[in-house]
C-alpha cells in the first residue's frame, strides 16, 4: 500500500431515537440486491452522510453494460412467472416467421447466356483439276495416283477394227515381227470397257513401258522378252498367268479373240501392289494452232503396205485423222460403235532396226538418242528423241536443245527405221 494514502476512518454517527416504536430498516446491498443483516454494518449511500478525508481517494464506480447486468440480476419468482412465457412466446413465434421466410421464399435462378464461337479447322482447298501426267489434260487430282497400264494390241489385217485405241492416252506403234506392226496404248486418264484383240509383246515394248513405270498386259511374248520381264523386274499383268481377268470372245477366231477392260486390269494391278505409277509425263502445253500450216498431210512407213499410216491434219480441232493400209483407223467400241482415231499429236521415231537371231522378231536401239518428227498444230518440229536407260522417259529437243512441249491430248508415236520412211507436205 502506498505510505500517502491514510486509510478510511470509520466516523461514529449518532441517530435520533424514534419517539414511538424502535424501527430497524435493513439496507439492500446494491451489488446482490440482498439485505445486509447487520444494521449497524450499513453504510448510506448519500454522500453528504459520510463526508471524506481530504487524503482519501475517490475510486469511480464500475460501468456496468447490460450482458454484466443481466448475468447479476436474480428474478424474484413472480417475475420468473411473467418473463418465461413471454422468452416462450418469442422464440416460438420467431421461429414460424423465419419458417414462413424460408417457405414463401423462390429460388432465384440464374440464367448465363455462354456464347460459343465454333472452332473452324482449315479447309485446304484442292484444284477442281490438275494437268493428267498422261496427257495433260484436265483431270481429277487422284487420277495421276493411278496406276498406269500398258497393253499390247494387235495391229494384223484380222484383228481390225481394234477396241480401245482412240481412249489411250498414249500409243506406241512398231513391226513385231514379218512386218507386222503391233501397239503399246496406256491408259490412265481413262477407262475402257473394251480393249483388244491383245497378243504378245517385245523387249522394246517393255523398255517403253518402264519409262512410265506401267504394268503391261499381253499374251506371252518372244523368248527374249519373257526373259526381261524378269531381268527388269517389269511388273507383269500376263493372261498365261492372269486369264480370269481377260476373255475370249466368239465373234473372231483366236489368236485375235483374247480381250479385257481397263477396269479389270486396275483390279488384278490392285491385287499384285502395282496400284500407282511414279514417272515424268511428257511437257505438255495448250494448243496454238497456226494460220499457215505446213504439213497438213503426213506419211509414214514402217513396213509393207497394208501398215503404211496416213493422217491429215484437221484445222477445226486441231487434230490428225488417221488412216493405216490406205483406210480409216476405226476404233469399235462393244457395243458396234466406231470412232475414227484422231490423236492431236503425231511423232516419228527414227531408230536403228534389226532382227534377232531367229530372223523373225524386230530388235530397235531403244535406249541411246535419235532424229524425230513432231507434228503438231498443223506444223512440223525436227527435233532429237533420247532415252538413257530402261526406266528413263524418252524426251524431246529441237535443234537449240530445248525441250518441246506437246500439245494436251492422245499422242500417238510411230517407230521407223529411216527418216525417208517419214514424208509429209502442206
Known sequence: ????????????????EPEHEHITTRPINPETNVEIEDSSEAISSSPAEFPRSEHEEVVPKPKRNLWHRLRRWHPTKKQRLIIIPVIIIIVIGGGLGVNKLLSNSKPHTITATIKVTPVTKPVVSQPA???????????????NQLPVTAVMIENSTDARPQSGLAQAGIVFEAVAEGGITRYMALYQDTSPGYVGPIRSVRPYYLQLALGFDASIAHVGGS????????AWNVKDLDQFYNGSYYQRVNTRPAPHNVYTSIALLNQLEDAKSNNTSTYSGFPRKTDSPTTA????????????????????????????????????????????????????????LVMQQSLEADGLHTV????????????????VTIATWQKTSNTSQITFSNTKGQTINLNAGQTWVT????????????
Open 293 to 348: 500450216p505446213t504439213a497438213t498431210s503426213i506419211d509414214f512407213n514402217p513396213s509393207i503396205s497394208e501398215f503404211e499410216v496416213h493422217y491429215d491434219y484437221n484445222s477445226t480441232n486441231d487434230s490428225y485423222t488417221r488412216s493405216v493400209g490406205g483406210e480409216p483407223d476405226m476404233d469399235v467400241d462393244q457395243a458396234g460403235n466406231e470412232t475414227q482415231v484422231a490423236p492431236k499429236v503425231v511423232i516419228a
Open 223 to 230: 523368248p527374249e522378252a519373257i526373259q526381261d520381264i524378269q
Open 364 to 379: 530397235y536401239g531403244t535406249i541411246g538418242s535419235g532424229q524425230a518428227y513432231i507434228f503438231q498444230d498443223g506444223i
Open 415 to 426: 517407230i521407223v527405221g529411216s527418216s525417208n520412211d517419214v514424208s509429209y507436205k502442206t
Open 1 to 16: 500500500m502506498n505510505d500517502d494514502i491514510r486509510p478510511r476512518q470509520r466516523i461514529p454517527i449518532s441517530r435520533a
Open 129 to 143: 483439276t490438275v494437268p493428267s501426267t498422261l496427257t495433260g489434260l484436265p483431270v481429277s487430282p487422284s487420277v
